[in-house]
């Protein structure tokens, strides 16, 4: 990590934040919708970053 530098730095700054923006996006959406938070989060960075076998794994936890 060290020899590649600060083009690996700033790659993974902008990961962070964008997946922070799609939390914060998911979670506004589903607030407006009268939906909870956790609704949010799975059209947020769950689906998006872990993909659909993240997203079902995790339907169990937010259904009940």
Same mark, same amino acid.
């Given at each position: 990590?060290?020899?590649?530098?600060?083009?690996?730095?700033?790659?993974?700054?902008?990961?962070? /934040?964008?997946?922070?923006?799609?939390?914060?996006?998911?979670?506004?959406?589903?607030?407006?919708?009268?939906?909870?938070?956790?609704?949010?989060?799975?059209?947020?960075?769950?689906?998006? /970053?872990?993909?659909?076998?993240?997203?079902?794994?995790?339907?169990?936890?937010?259904?009940?």
């Amino acid at each position: 990590m060290i020899s590649a530098g600060k083009p690996l730095f700033i790659l993974t700054l902008l990961a962070v /934040i964008y997946i922070a923006l799609q939390d914060i996006i998911g979670i506004s959406i589903a607030s407006l919708f009268g939906l909870g938070p956790l609704l949010g989060l799975m059209v947020g960075s769950i689906s998006l /970053i872990g993909g659909v076998g993240t997203t079902m794994a995790s339907l169990a936890s937010v259904s009940s």
